[in-house]
């Protein structure tokens, strides 16, 4: 158990920090340094879990593809790195097994695995049919048209563009059904249009021919995701002076959007030549509504500051949170209402909050979840106490963010 002591009776948050780097936009980089044979540096590579695995298991897959005999490849519980892998090891000559954590397993992966199929990619079902693990036989595939059902994750079609341009006829993408997450989308083809790699979007899909690929050396920026949790601190403070560096206002993450939404929570953006500053209107909305289709990621920080300030909220777009590391739509459902809050879901796909006085004496659960640990925590400024069941799985996309608590003023027993 972490519990959370807020030593400020102020509730100042003042203070300078360094946001990690994007593990988006370096697991993307990592993949397409791989299809380009390690052909040019990545600066400033994420040190989260999820791209610490997948830059190990992509050696691990350099030295594997040697061998001739069925290697497994575990990816834990990182949806990314499995769905990237499905694709890139459906194209890496040998038999592979790909697996991950108990929670992985019940996360679906039948929208790829068809779609790979129809290009003469070999996957079959190791254990539960449309979830892994899988059994891959890696080969030459060509490319040419696929057809993908596009409402269940944007990294399947992530992972499939990432190959592209390195396929003899490319790929033409046709969507069946909405994308959600478009922003994820459009930031992987930012990056490839940044390695000189062009793509022709219509209204029903994506098409990218074959390419020369032209490698150059990467910055990667700091995580807007990341970015969100000092927002909704800044919302529950009272004196606010807190910069944020690394972020840019004109950058490749769709979770920028993050500014926008909490100038309705009180807070300013003013960016700088080197990131952001954070401080107080104390305009704050009594009732708040949004879709976050496609922008799952900063739903859960979100859906507590509205119940950390007492706004009445209806959050929509859910339905993916369903199968994320936990299913994050009934996590917040159960701890927000443990700490007091009437919060309740509809359809699998909105979350409504009432207003309502809090209370942080229960334990929370996080779910073995690093968005649950991280978008709960500043209701520590509120009631100077929390208490959170698993401080560790903050490793996923933010190793330091207990270290950074504590320079801002939280003491962590």
Known sequence: ??????????????????????????????????????AFSIINQSKAQDSILLD??????????????????????AGTVFRFLTTLLSITKGDWILTGSARMKQRPIKGLVN?????????????????????????????????????????????????????????????????????????????????????EINGYGININKQVFKPKDIL?????????????????????DIKLIGLTKNGWQGDAIIAELFNNFGV??????????????????????????????IAQTVAVSCAGLGIKAELKGLESLTVKECNRLTALETELNKIGCKAFT????????????IK?????????????????????????KLNL???DVVKKSYPDFWIDLQGVGFTID
Do not use: C
């Open 389 to 391: 069941d698993n401080k």
């Open 268 to 297: 300013r953006t003013d960016f700088l030549s080197d990131g952001i500053r954070l401080t107080k209107t104390n305009s704050i909305v009594k009732e708040f509504s949004f879709d976050f289709t496609d922008f799952p990621d």
């Open 360 to 384: 942080t004496e229960p334990v929370i659960h996080v779910y073995d979840d690093h968005r649950m640990a991280m978008s709960f925590a500043p209701l520590a400024i509120l009631h100077q």
């Open 115 to 199: 779609a790979l199929h129809q290009i003469g990619g070999s996957i079959s079902y190791f254990e539960k049919k449309g979830f892994p693990p899988l059994l891959i036989n890696g080969k030459t595939l060509n490319g040419g048209t696929i057809e993908i059902e596009a409402n269940t994750s944007s990294q399947f079609i992530t992972s499939l563009l990432l190959i592209s341009a390195f396929l003899k006829d490319g790929l033409n993408i046709i969507f069946k059904g909405k994308p959600i997450s478009k922003p994820y989308i459009s930031m992987t083809l930012k990056i490839l249009e940044y390695f000189g790699i062009e793509s």
């Open 56 to 77: 190990s298991l992509l050696k691990e897959i350099i030295i594997f593809s040697r061998q001739q005999s069925i290697r497994e490849i575990h990816t834990d519980n």
């Open 1 to 38: 158990m972490t519990t959370l002591h807020f030593n400020k009776p102020t509730k100042e948050l003042i203070g300078e920090i360094y946001l990690p780097a994007s593990k988006s936009i370096t697991n993307r980089a990592l993949i397409l340094n791989h299809l380009s044979n390690n």
């Open 220 to 240: 990667i920026e700091s995580d807007w995701s990341a970015a969100s949790y000092w927002y909704e601190m800044a919302s529950f403070s009272e004196n606010v």
């Open 346 to 357: 509809i359809n699998n796909n909105t979350l409504k909050i009432e207003p309502s006085d």
